[in-house]
Structure formats: C-alpha cells, structure tokens
C-alpha cells in the first residue's frame, strides 16, 4: 500500500513563447533534489502550455474580450450578463469559453492549447527523452461546475493515462456490482496537484508520484456525448 | 514548500452501526506506523459514516428502491429511465438522491449521514480526544457531473476546513486580479483522497498530510444557491 506524494514545483518563471519548457520544469524539479522517477504524473497547468504555444491575444479592450469568448465558442450553453458558459472546440463546457486573463499581462488572454492532449503527449515524450523515466502527463485548467461553488481543476489533456478508470463488472465484498463504475481519475489527479499548485503563486507545475496507473486515453474522451448529457 | 503526502488507511473492515468508528480508524493508523498529526486532514467515505449511524434501510425489490430514491429526493433536476438527478435535503444534486446499493449486503441500501457536516466534526472532536492532535476531516461520496464522463468524490461534510478558498482581490504576478476567486479546495481534498481508496478496495479512509489549511466551514456552503444556478 503506497503513498501518494504531491509536490509542487516551484521556480519555473515566466513562460515566454517557444520557450524550452521541458528544460525549465526539469531544471526546477532537479534542483530541488526530487527528480523525475519512472511512474510519476508531471501535472502542468495549461497556462504554461499556452504561453509555450503562442496561444496569446491582444484583448485591447472588453469588447475585444467579449469577442473573443464567442470566436472560441462552438455552442453557447447558458448566458447570464457577463457570465458565459460556452462550450469549446475541444467539448469542453466550461465558463468563457476558458479564455484567461489572468496570469498574463493586461490587455492579453490566453487561449487553451489547440489539442492539449497532443502537447501532453510531446511534452510526455520530450521529459521522456531527456530522463530516460516513463511518466504520464496532465494539462489542466479551473473549471466551475453547475450546483456546487468553487472552481476545481480538471484534466484538458493527459498522455500516458487511462482517462476513465473503468470498474464495470466490478463487485464489491458484498458480491453487488459497483454502482461507481467510472471514475474520472484524470479529474482526480488534476484536483489533487492544485492542492500544491496555487492560484496566485506561479506554480504551474507539480509532480504526483506513486499512483501506478497506465493507459493511453485522451483528456477529450472525458467529454460526454451529446445523447447522454441531460444538461444541454 | 512541503509535499503532500495521501496515505490509504486500509484494515478497517466492515462496519456496523454503533461500532466505534473512531477506534476502528485509529487501529488501522497506527498499526500502520504513521499514526495521526496535527494538521493531519482525515478523509472518510460517508459509506462507512451512514453504517455505524444505522443509515440503512431494506430494499426488497426494485420498486422499493425507486420509491426511496424518490423519498430521499426534495426535487427531481432530470429524469431519464432509470436515471435520476435528485436534490437531497442537504441541497446536494446527484444521481438517485445519493441512495447507494454499493458496498452493503444486497437488499439493503445506504443513505447520507443526516447532517454530514455534524457527523464529521463529531469524528473529529473524538480523533482529537483521542490522539491529542488538531486535525480536520472530509466525508466523501461519489458524485457524477454534467457534461464530464465519470465520477469523482466530492465533500458533503467537512470539519476544521474552510469550505471554499476565497481569493477575491488576490492579484496575481502581472497585478491582474485572479478571474478564478473561489476555490473549492475540500473538494478537491476529496477527489485527492479517492487516488488511494478504490471504489472495490474497501479502504473507505485516506489521511491527507501537509495541506495547512484551517477553517470551521460546512460542505453545506457549498451548494450554489438557486439564484446562481443556471442549470436548475
């Protein structure tokens, strides 16, 4: 029975684009003596990735922002005044569309990774390349969510995971099917890395270590299809 | 910076009402070897809260249950053939109004504590009579969620925590104020905490060590009320 550890990784700075990002989180993550070791899960919040990407508007002003939110809209779900709840090219239903102005400089927002799942992939590969370790990513982003308070964060891309832990045909002690039969782990594991990231704090990184979990699902598989979202 | 560390507390077994739940929990830590710290946040099934509360009720057939699920519910949100989104009275929105058929002898299903945050920071009080150590708890269950394939564990009762992590008027590096304000990092405690559990593994508690954090919130503060939610 192992622990899970979750540590932050701090000291990355400010990610300009084209950046060697890879480099800045294994600079961080050695220098503070913990390494990456075969198994870990690097949980990297899209922020960086964005920037890494070039994923920059200029917003000049809240017209501007206003227009961009519908620009990155497939479908708008609810609106009410300023608040939007759009649902993005990748599936993803979320508030504005996830379009960020905060961590970035004023009069720029910040738009999700194109496919985050195709950079947790590279970026999965790269840190594999210059470590030698087999390792999983995360990308993730805030979300809300309808009927509780507060924002969590979810998983938008992942490599090297399985995106839901499936337990159908599972029974429990009792001899009854699960009535949980699949978990968002991806979700779980995105949550989990925030409790070290902080908001405010710059620290978009943090690595899990000790979930022995492998797959190769997709971040986009989490999203649910149509016929079965009650909620459109 | 410290690290986060989530410790599986297995060996517990089966619980019946009345059991000391408290003594149950400290065995299994402490035969363990980590015992309980101050600071130390322990995470806990509802599961297991509902059976030493006796919170169970016979389900003869499948009528019988609908009829529960039906009684638990204060308002039906969705219905699709056997699916239903219900409110419970504590205000939580869930599949079948959180009636569980999971984890207990068939024919018997589990309800919600009746006030879970009680519940909780009952456990607490008796963990910190016992131990000498300040700590807080979470109570859990498995909740799904509009628009995002699969489950993940939520807090319905907590104890010694703030219920939702307000950065409001935070700035962040660049002096933009945070867009995301509210956090709500006992759900995220929960989903965290589930990484160790495993729905069929019967580890119904996870301790969660090196998140300083204090507050005297209630997982109830975390229902959106009715006038912000757009998803009614």
């Known amino acids: 029975m192992t622990v899970i550890?979750?540590?932050?990784?701090?000291?990355?700075?400010?990610?300009?684009?084209?950046?060697d990002l890879v480099a800045m989180i294994l600079d961080s993550v050695t220098a503070d003596g913990w390494g990456?070791?075969?198994?870990?899960?690097?949980?990297?919040?899209?922020?960086?990735?964005?920037?890494?990407?070039?994923?920059?508007?200029?917003?000049?002003?809240?017209?501007?922002?206003?227009e961009l939110v519908e620009d990155e809209s497939v479908r708008i779900v609810r609106r009410r005044g300023n608040l939007v709840i759009a649902q993005t090219?990748?599936?993803?239903?979320?508030?504005?569309?996830?379009?960020?102005?905060?961590?970035?400089?004023?009069?720029?927002?910040?738009?999700?990774?194109i496919d985050p799942d195709r950079s947790a992939h590279r970026l999965r590969t790269l840190i594999e390349r210059r470590t030698g370790a087999s390792i999983a990513v995360v990308i993730t982003d805030t979300f809300?969510?309808?009927w509780r308070r507060g924002l969590v964060d979810v998983a938008i891309g992942i490599s090297g995971l399985p995106s839901i832990l499936d337990l159908r045909g599972t029974t429990d002690a009792h001899g009854n099917e699960l009535n949980v039969t699949e978990v968002a782990i991806v979700d779980e594991i995105a949550a989990a890395a925030d409790l070290v990231?902080?908001?405010?704090?710059?620290?978009?990184?943090?690595?899990?270590?000790?979930?022995?979990?492998?797959?190769?699902?997709?971040?986009?598989?989490?999203?649910?299809?149509?016929?079965?979202?009650?909620?459109?």
């Open 197 to 232: 990231m902080g908001k405010a704090d710059q620290i978009p990184v943090a690595v899990v270590r000790g979930l022995d979990l492998r797959g190769e699902g997709r971040a986009t598989d989490l999203v649910r299809p149509p016929d079965e979202d009650l909620f459109r």
């Open 89 to 113: 090219v990748h599936g993803f239903i979320c508030a504005n569309a996830a379009v960020d102005r905060s961590n970035i400089a004023a009069g720029l927002a910040l738009l999700l990774p």
């Open 144 to 146: 809300g969510r309808p």
């Open 36 to 66: 990456i070791e075969n198994r870990d899960i690097v949980v990297v919040t899209h922020k960086v990735i964005s920037k890494q990407e070039g994923r920059i508007v200029a917003i000049p002003d809240e017209d501007a922002y206003r």
């Open 5 to 19: 550890e979750i540590r932050p990784v701090p000291g990355i700075g400010e990610v300009e684009p084209g950046d």
